[in-house]
Nanobody, 121 residues
Framework: QVQLVESGGGLVQPGGSLRLSCAAS????????MGWYRQAPGKLRELVAA???????NYADSVKGRFTISRDNAKNTVYLQMSSLKPEDTAVYYC???????????????WGQGTQVTVSS
């Protein structure tokens, strides 16, 4: 089993910052892409940002220039630094990871349980 545990969500005022963390543990040989998604009430889950093992990142247009994704491969952890937060960033944020259980295995995907981010004055 592989577990992803998120932390760092909460309530923040517009214009504020938050840093989310997500640590993967369990039967992991290697992790390829790690990403952050979010889902607001009544909306579909959407990609926020993703980063490869080598550090190549991509972002949703709505967060470019405000959010930064990073990862620590030694700790199997991905981070999302969120700045200049807006009310429309309010959502449950989920991390995910594409990983191999052993050398040459297929890639599997695991999801975290989600952490609430609320941007409100």
């Amino acid at each position: 089993q592989v577990q992803l545990v998120e932390s760092g969500g909460g309530l923040v005022q517009p214009g504020g910052s938050l840093r989310l963390s997500c640590a993967a543990s369990g039967s992991i040989f290697s992790i390829n892409v790690m990403g952050w998604y979010r889902q607001a009430p009544g909306k579909l889950r959407e990609l926020v940002a993703a980063i490869t093992h080598g550090g190549i990142a991509n972002y949703a247009d709505s967060v470019k220039g405000r959010f930064t994704i990073s990862r620590d491969n030694a700790k199997n952890t991905v981070y999302l630094q969120m700045s200049s937060l807006k009310p429309e960033d309010t959502a449950v944020y989920y991390c995910n990871a594409d990983f191999r259980r052993y050398s040459g295995s297929p890639y599997y995907t695991s999801w975290g349980q989600g952490t609430q981010v609320t941007v409100s004055s």
